[in-house]
């Protein structure tokens, strides 16, 4: 899966999730915009997804105050 990848940073204060996280997603190339359009294949239940919409409104929302 290419995790033998992931390198990490002890000298950092950056905890060692974040780093993960942080190279994982450029790993995989994911990024936001791209997991708000695959949306629709990930949440599947409408329940679910109407939730998932309004926290990515309510970030959006924060974004711009």
Known sequence: MGF???EFNNKTTQPLEDQFWDQF???YDLTE???RENI???I???NNRAAVDALVASAKQEQLE
Request: negative net charge; glycine residues 14%.
């Open 25 to 27: 997603d450029g790993l």
């Open 44 to 46: 599947t239940d409408p």
């Open 4 to 6: 033998d990848a992931v």
């Open 40 to 42: 629709p294949l990930l």
């Open 33 to 35: 915009d791209g997991l």
